[in-house]
């Protein structure tokens, strides 16, 4: 039903979150870019634009520690 895919979506953009954080901090930088690309989507189609923005960040971290 409509109302339980919307409450799914930010559970699911969650777990993707996680996903990219552990793949992040284990170097898996490509992975890490894959998941939080996939949190995106759902913040996107939820229009959460706080989860957009939290992804971006986490985006940004992704690309700094990469650097390192």
Known sequence: SK????LELPQEAKVYSQMS????????YE???NYQMLALSQHEIK????????SY?????IFFYQDQ
């Open 3 to 6: 109302a339980q895919n919307e």
């Open 21 to 28: 954080s552990i793949h992040r901090s284990l170097g898996d």
């Open 31 to 33: 992975q890490a870019f």
């Open 47 to 54: 229009n959460d634009s706080l989860g957009i923005a939290n």
């Open 57 to 61: 960040y986490n985006l940004g971290s």
